[in-house]
């Protein structure tokens, strides 16, 4: 606390001012505003992120389970493994693009949010792209430059090999926004990594989730498991499995808030492959596939379903 010295020039007096009391109370002001625009955030972009009837995905009881803690951001909420330091899943929502805004690719950044996170030497070496779980395009487009600069925080980025970030998780990203949105008019998508155990650091696959309403306004739901290890080229439908197969390997419940029936009905079995005509684009080629034209040996084939 500081003394306050009488005036001359004055008979009033200063008055007395608690100047710890007043930083206490500023620093209290400013994390009600933080909390209050963070939450404010979050019950913006929750509910457009992933639906809430369905649920969002929640820890099982498996020993696998991860401890989670809610990000949200603009256009997209993260599920962030705390003892692992990556997200264990990541939620958002594309529509239609309507349109296109050049926007450039921000810097990769720690997220300011978080205290522990993965070590980011792996991505030092060329094995392993840092790989967005929002994606770049998606978020830039559908919900400006703050998702877009929040899409680079380390905390949605996970080691993926170049051949699946580049080629065959481009081509699925592409997929989503520019073929199934526009059908769809707005599909959800939940992605994440898997791990063969629980001391492993670096993902062995990831999983992809579509979510979206058929014109009966019925849900309806197509997923994914990839492998690190890809050609690039591979049939997409290959990749096809049940959500339950993802639950267990994740230790993750995907969609809780469903009743049983209609949850099991969506989890227990692998989607068709032709629903919503994705058989048709399973073989479409990547965008930088030139960028791979028989690197390492390999001559990319995206005429498989010909």
Request: glycine share 4%; net charge positive; hydrophobic share 40%.
């Amino acid at each position: 606390m500081l003394a306050e010295k009488s005036s001359v020039k004055t008979k009033l007096q200063r008055p007395h001012i608690n100047w710890t009391r007043l930083a206490a109370t500023g620093l209290l002001y400013v994390l009600i505003a933080v909390w209050t625009a963070a939450n404010a955030q979050c019950s913006d972009t929750a509910p457009h992120a992933w639906p809430a009837a369905v649920g969002a995905p929640v820890a099982t009881n498996a020993a696998k389970a991860p401890d989670v803690r809610i990000l949200c951001n603009s256009g997209f909420v993260i599920g962030y493994d705390r003892e692992r330091g990556r997200a264990a899943w990541v939620a958002y929502r594309v529509t239609p693009v309507a349109d296109y805004h050049h926007r450039p690719r921000p810097k990769f950044k720690p997220d300011p949010r978080v205290e522990h996170a993965a070590p980011r030497q792996i991505y030092w070496q060329p094995e392993y792209d840092r790989g967005h779980m929002a994606p770049n395009y998606a978020m830039a487009q559908l919900y400006g430059r703050a998702a877009q600069r929040a899409s680079f925080y380390f905390s949605n980025i996970e080691p993926q090999s170049p051949r699946l970030n580049q080629l065959l998780w481009q081509r699925l990203e592409e997929i989503e926004i520019d073929r199934l949105a526009p059908k769809l008019d707005q599909l959800w998508v939940l992605v994440g990594p898997i791990y063969t155990a629980a001391d492993t650091r670096v993902p062995s696959a990831f999983f992809r989730i579509w979510l979206g309403r058929n014109s009966a306004d019925k849900w309806q739901a197509m997923a994914f498991r990839v492998p690190q290890r890809v050609r690039g080229d591979e049939r997409l439908d290959q990749f096809l499995v049940a959500i339950d197969a993802i639950e267990q390997a994740t230790g993750l419940d995907f969609f809780s808030n469903l009743p049983q029936p209609l949850e099991q009905q969506l989890e227990a079995h692998q989607a068709d492959a032709d629903l919503w005509g994705f058989a048709a684009l399973a073989c479409m080629p990547a965008r930088y596939r030139k960028h791979w034209r028989n690197r390492d040996g390999i001559r990319l084939r995206f005429d498989r379903c010909d």
